[in-house]
C-alpha cells in the first residue's frame, strides 16, 4: 500500500538510523483515568519530552543531515511559528551550520527565544500580511542557503515517521496492535510519515488527523478529494496549527492512507491541556493537545478499542499555560 508513495517504510527506517545517536526515543505513556473515561486502552506517545520539545526536531535533523558539506557552509533558512524553527535551529547548531528562521511577530515569546538559543537568526514577519515563504526564499537565495521546508518535503516526513515507528515497534512488543492513531494535523507532515510507518506495519488501522475548530483544511480535503483551504478568520490559541492548506506531498500520502479528520475547539483543547497536567503530570501546547482534545470531546469512538494518540509538542508560554490549567 505504501511503496508507490513519495516516502515509503524504507525511507522511515533510514532516517530513523540518521536520528539514533541524536533523537530522544519517547515514552508511550498510559492513563487508567483516561482509559475509564473513553472506554479504551489509550498510548499516548510523549514528543513533547523530544529534543526541542516536539516531533519538529525529527524531520528537520533528517533533512538538515542530508545537506553535503559542500552545502553546510551557507547554512539553511526555514520558516516557522516555532516548532520547526527549533528543530531546525537544534539541528544546525549540532552540525555545525547557520541558521536563518523566518517567524510570525505573534509566535509565542517562548518559541522565539528558544530558537535564539539554539544560535539561529530570527527575522520576524507579519502573519496577516506578508508571505513567510517568499521572505524565506529571498533569504535563502541572497545567501545561497538551503531551505529547509516546515512539511512538504520527503526528507521531512520521513523523519517526522520515526515517531510512529517507534511506537509501533513498542506496541508489538507488547502484543498489540493499534485499531487508532490519531495525530494533530498542519501542513500535515506528521500524519503523512505516521500514516506511512503505521499502514506499512498494522495495515487494518484507523489513522484520523486531529484539528482546531474551523482550521479543518484537511478534513475538508478529505471529504472533497482534493486539497481545500480552511475558512476559518481569525486565530486559535494552536498557534502550531495554523497553515491553510494541506501540503501537495503530505495530502497525496493522507488522502490515501488517512481515514478522516476530527476537530477540537479551542476550549476543548484548553480542557485537553489542564488534564495532561493534571492526570499526565505533563506540558503539552495547545496545538500538540488537539488529537488528545478530540478524544475526550466524544470526537472518536474508543469503547474497547486500543489508541495512539500523538501528543505533538510542549513549546507554550508559562501565561498562557496558566491560564488554561487554572481555568479548566
Not at 524531520?59 to 553546510?72: D, L
Not at 528543530?87 to 527565544?113: H, Y
Not at 500524519?191 to 499502514?199: C, E, L, N, S
Request: aromatic share 6%; net charge neutral.
Amino acid at each position: 500500500m505504501t511503496d508507490s508513495l513519495p516516502v515509503t517504510s524504507a525511507d522511515i527506517d533510514a532516517a530513523a538510523a540518521v536520528l539514533a545517536p541524536y533523537a530522544v526515543r519517547t515514552p508511550l505513556i498510559t492513563s487508567p483515568a483516561l482509559d475509564a473515561r473513553t472506554g479504551g486502552r489509550v498510548f499516548l506517545k510523549a514528543e513533547v519530552l523530544q529534543r526541542t520539545g516536539s516531533f519538529k526536531f525529527r524531520g528537520a535533523f533528517n533533512k538538515v543531515a542530508a545537506i553535503p558539506p559542500a552545502a553546510r557552509a551557507a547554512g539553511v533558512v526555514a520558516f516557522s511559528s516555532g516548532n520547526h524553527a527549533q528543530g531546525v535551529a537544534a539541528a544546525a547548531q549540532l552540525l555545525g551550520m547557520p541558521a536563518t528562521i523566518v517567524m510570525p511577530s505573534d509566535a509565542p515569546l517562548s518559541k522565539r527565544e528558544r530558537t535564539k538559543g539554539y544560535g539561529a537568526e530570527v527575522v520576524l514577519y507579519d502573519r496577516l500580511r506578508e508571505d513567510r515563504e517568499a521572505i524565506a526564499r529571498g533569504i535563502a537565495t541572497a545567501r545561497g542557503a538551503t531551505l529547509v521546508p516546515p512539511y512538504d518535503d520527503v526528507s521531512i516526513i520521513a523523519g517526522q515517521g520515526t515517531a510512529a515507528k517507534e511506537f509501533g515497534e513498542d506496541l508489538a512488543a507488547r502484543g498489540l496492535a493499534p485499531d487508532i492513531v490519531v495525530a494533530p494535523a498542519s501542513g500535515g507532515g506528521l500524519i503523512a510519515g505516521t500514516a506511512i510507518a503505521i499502514r506499512a506495519r498494522f495495515a487494518q488501522a484507523t489513522i484520523m488527523t486531529a484539528e482546531p475548530a474551523g482550521f479543518d483544511d484537511h478534513a475538508r480535503s478529505f471529504a472533497s478529494g482534493h486539497r481545500e483551504p480552511h475558512r476559518a478568520e481569525g486565530t486559535t490559541i494552536c498557534d502550531a496549527l495554523m497553515a491553510t492548506i494541506p501540503g501537495e506531498i503530505t495530502f497525496a500520502i493522507n488522502q490515501r492512507l488517512v481515514s478522516r479528520g476530527v476537530t477540537a475547539t479551542d476550549a476543548e483543547v484548553g480542557a485537553a491541556v489542564a488534564f495532561a497536567f493534571r492526570e499526565l503530570k505533563l506540558v503539552v501546547e495547545p496545538g500538540g493537545a488537539v488529537a488528545l482534545a478530540a478524544l475526550l470531546a466524544g470526537r472518536i469512538d474508543a469503547r474497547d478499542k486500543t489508541l495512539v494518540v500523538i501528543l505533538s509538542g510542549g513549546n507554550v508560554d508559562a501565561d498562557m499555560f496558566s491560564r488554561l490549567i487554572s481555568a479548566a
